[in-house]
């Protein structure tokens, strides 16, 4: 079975441009979430979704946002991009959703921000 | 004060040794989750924990929701174990809230 792939893998943009990433979960899987990782703040959740519905979201400002197609596909948009959103960007799939079973996770999209 | 604590924040030991790796909570919990991430970003999910104790090769789990508190043991450690070991808790809301992580280095 094929695991969560997200896409691209790596990323440079400069300061206010926007940019969307990808994530494919596991065939199945109705829910994906999404992660940012700095050195500074850890690992810190942005939102989950599940059968195209957001249920819950992170303390992120608006320019971070998402959707999730009916083939359980996701992207995250980030808008005006600033320095600090350079990060690791995680997602991660599941059956049923974060909290109530394993979550697999995507090897990740590091955008780097200029 | 952050909700979720680890602790060590560091910690080398020798092949062989017994490991232990604390969380401590403060928030309300479903359930307790142990993640570890390797170099290069990779995350795995080790442990998802609402009670007891639980057992995975050399890893085993515990969690005390009376004293909002979880360890993670490494049994005969390895080099292959160093990796960021990382506790996050989910309220029930379908959301996580992470530890800081503990960044583990095993020497052969």
């Known amino acids: 079975k094929a695991g969560v792939t997200q896409t691209p893998r790596y990323l440079i943009k400069t300061r206010g441009q926007q940019v969307t990433l990808s994530c494919s979960p596991i065939s199945g899987h109705r829910s994906v979430s999404w992660y940012q990782q700095t050195p500074g703040q850890g690992l810190q959740f942005l939102f989950e979704y599940f059968s195209e519905t957001q249920r819950n979201k992170g303390n992120f400002p608006g320019r971070f946002s998402g959707r999730q197609f009916s083939n359980s596909r996701s992207e995250m948009n980030v808008s005006t991009l600033e320095l600090g959103d350079s990060a690791l960007y995680l997602c991660?799939?599941?059956?049923?959703?974060?909290?109530?079973?394993?979550?697999?996770f995507g090897p990740g999209t590091r955008l780097t921000v200029l | 004060k952050n909700e979720v604590e680890q602790s060590p924040q560091n910690l080398t030991a020798q092949e062989g040794e017994f490991i232990t790796i604390n969380c401590s909570y403060s928030v309300g919990i479903s359930a307790l989750h142990w993640l570890q991430q390797h170099p290069g970003g990779g995350i795995v999910s080790l442990f998802m924990?609402?009670?007891g104790k639980k057992k995975h090769g050399r890893l085993i789990a515990t969690i005390n929701i009376q004293e909002k508190h979880s360890s993670l043991h490494i049994t005969a450690s390895h080099p292959r174990d160093s990796a960021v070991y990382i506790c996050?808790?989910?309220?029930?809301?379908?959301?996580?809230?992470f530890g800081t992580g503990t960044r583990l280095k095993v020497l052969a």
């Open positions: 996050a808790v989910d309220t029930g809301t379908y959301k996580y809230i």
């Open positions: 924990l609402s009670s």
């Open positions: 991660a799939s599941s059956f049923s959703g974060v909290g109530t079973d394993t979550q697999y």
